[in-house]
């Protein structure tokens, strides 16, 4: 379940990006970041339910955790 998420975030992640880049619009940032958002939440789950010592998983929902701010700031402030 958690594999198939992450791709899907990932995809949706990489084409709102590309769509950016390509037509150099600003306006679906704040959904790129909600989206890179998500997906760092799934793989900071998928990292902590490994069951291992390391700090990935730990890293992964702090990224979360600023993104979302960081899109919630976006959203504010239009």
């Known amino acids: 379940m958690l594999n198939i998420l992450r791709i899907i975030l990932a995809v949706i992640v990489i084409a709102i990006s590309g769509y950016g880049l ?14 890179l958002g998500a997906l760092m939440f799934v793989i900071g789950i998928k990292e902590l339910k490994k069951d291992k010592k390391g700090i990935w ?22």
């Not at 600003?26 to 909600?34: C, D, I, Q, R, S």
């Open 57 to 78: 998983g730990y890293l992964s929902s702090a990224i979360f955790a600023f993104t979302w701010f960081t899109s919630i700031q976006i959203f504010l402030s239009y």
């Open 22 to 35: 390509i037509t150099n619009d600003k306006e679906l940032l704040h959904f790129m970041l909600l989206s």
